[in-house]
């Protein structure tokens, strides 16, 4: 079991740390990926980061802005967002995978974490 922590209502320009800890997983066994999900949208990939932490892939749409970490003594995997912007609002979760090929593609993911809302508005 995956398990968020972190997001909220912010400010546009403001930033936030989103946590994924894991129960149960060693996460250094797993590449770790966030997802968003806007209301009346699908679910799209933000980042995926490998199982050793060397390898990352970002977005377009939040290269620059977001960055992904792994703590592996924690177990654990953080998104850091700043320069947020209203579009980023979206239930945020975090997931694992054994198949860096295909870690864009939310299907081949199959541990979750519960999602956490990030608003921004101002």
């Known amino acids: 079991q995956l398990e968020q922590s972190g997001g909220g209502l912010v400010q546009p320009g403001d930033s936030l740390r989103l946590s994924c800890d894991a129960s149960?997983?060693?996460?250094?066994?797993?590449?770790m990926g966030w997802f968003r999900q806007a209301p009346g949208k699908e679910r799209e990939f933000v980042v995926a980061i490998s199982s050793g932490g060397r390898s990352t892939t970002y977005a377009d749409s939040v290269r620059g802005r977001f960055t992904v970490s792994r703590d592996m003594a924690k177990n654990a995997v953080y998104l850091q967002m700043n320069s947020l912007k209203p579009e980023d609002t979206a239930v945020y979760y975090c997931?694992?995978?054994?198949?860096?090929?295909?870690?864009?593609?939310?299907?081949?993911?199959?541990?979750w974490g519960q999602g956490t809302q990030v608003t921004v508005s101002s």
């Open positions: 149960g997983y060693i996460l250094t066994n797993y590449h």
């Open positions: 997931a694992a995978n054994k198949l860096w090929f295909a870690r864009t593609d939310s299907s081949t993911y199959n541990v």
